[in-house]
């Protein structure tokens, strides 16, 4: 398609039962640490876990999305068998992290015993896992993160806003300096090939001069004007 296949390095669950009568900023703690990170990330829920499998170390969707770690916000409740599936997606190799608390109850208005223990057996389980890390905060977190899995971006320099796109063969990144003044960037891209520079005003394309290849990661270094 003309907007591409989004490329995300991390599926960040995202718990469509939960509500929180607090008002929630509109780039959550977590989320911008991700992408502060390098990390593009899609939300995933329950449904699609359920329908999805581990291949060589990956989160794979029943529509075909690849993703190299899974990240599960600070949770209360959880369904008892996508409990289950995390304690499979680990044996499989996939990196989970829990942010913060684990779950330790069902999710539903009926607390019964026998899901309770369900539950409480998978988390037991995934603590013994060499693929789980279990963090105390947010920071934590991305630190294990960055031990655990590639980001989309290794950036070098402060952290810009960016999306990562596949549109046919190109990895396209698009990335955006939203401040009043020219950024400086030195980052790492994987990608193959000879990296280009597209200005989205002008359509032009030009060649990226400085740059440095290191096996299938590119480090340029740009000087971007302000939005």
């Given at each position: 398609s003309q907007t591409g296949t989004n490329v995300a390095a991390v599926a960040l669950y995202h718990d469509d039962l939960t509500r929180s009568v607090e008002v929630q900023p509109l780039t959550p703690k977590l989320n911008q640490a991700l992408m502060d990170a390098g990390y593009n990330y899609d939300h995933i829920n329950a449904d699609s876990l359920l329908g999805s499998t581990v291949r060589d170390r990956a989160l794979v969707t029943a529509g075909g999305a690849r993703y190299r770690a899974l990240v599960i916000p600070s949770l209360d409740?959880?369904?008892?068998?996508l409990a289950e599936k995390f304690v499979s997606f680990a044996g499989g190799g996939l990196p989970i992290l829990f942010a913060?608390?684990?779950?330790?109850?069902?999710?539903?208005?009926?607390?019964?015993?026998?899901n309770t223990q369900h539950v409480q057996a998978s988390m037991r389980s995934l603590r013994d896992l060499h693929t789980v890390y279990v963090c105390v905060d947010v920071i934590d977190a991305v630190t294990k993160l960055t031990k655990a899995?590639?980001?989309?971006?290794?950036?070098?320099?402060?952290?810009?806003?960016?999306?990562?796109?596949?549109?046919?063969?190109?990895?396209?990144?698009?990335?955006?300096?939203?401040?009043?003044?020219?950024?400086?960037?030195?980052?790492?891209?994987?990608?193959?090939?000879?990296?280009?520079?597209?200005?989205?005003?002008?359509?032009?394309?030009?060649?990226?001069?400085?740059?440095?290849?290191?096996?299938?990661?590119a480090e340029v270094t740009l000087a971007l004007q302000p939005f």
């Amino acid at each position: 398609s003309q907007t591409g296949t989004n490329v995300a390095a991390v599926a960040l669950y995202h718990d469509d039962l939960t509500r929180s009568v607090e008002v929630q900023p509109l780039t959550p703690k977590l989320n911008q640490a991700l992408m502060d990170a390098g990390y593009n990330y899609d939300h995933i829920n329950a449904d699609s876990l359920l329908g999805s499998t581990v291949r060589d170390r990956a989160l794979v969707t029943a529509g075909g999305a690849r993703y190299r770690a899974l990240v599960i916000p600070s949770l209360d409740t959880i369904d008892a068998k996508l409990a289950e599936k995390f304690v499979s997606f680990a044996g499989g190799g996939l990196p989970i992290l829990f942010a913060s608390r684990v779950p330790l109850h069902p999710e539903g208005l009926l607390d019964d015993d026998r899901n309770t223990q369900h539950v409480q057996a998978s988390m037991r389980s995934l603590r013994d896992l060499h693929t789980v890390y279990v963090c105390v905060d947010v920071i934590d977190a991305v630190t294990k993160l960055t031990k655990a899995a590639n980001p989309n971006v290794k950036f070098h320099t402060k952290a810009l806003p960016f999306i990562q796109k596949r549109i046919g063969r190109l990895n396209a990144f698009f990335v955006s300096n939203a401040s009043d003044a020219a950024q400086h960037l030195n980052a790492e891209f994987e990608a193959e090939g000879a990296p280009e520079l597209w200005d989205p005003w002008t359509g032009q394309v030009g060649s990226i001069t400085t740059r440095r290849r290191m096996g299938n990661w590119a480090e340029v270094t740009l000087a971007l004007q302000p939005f």
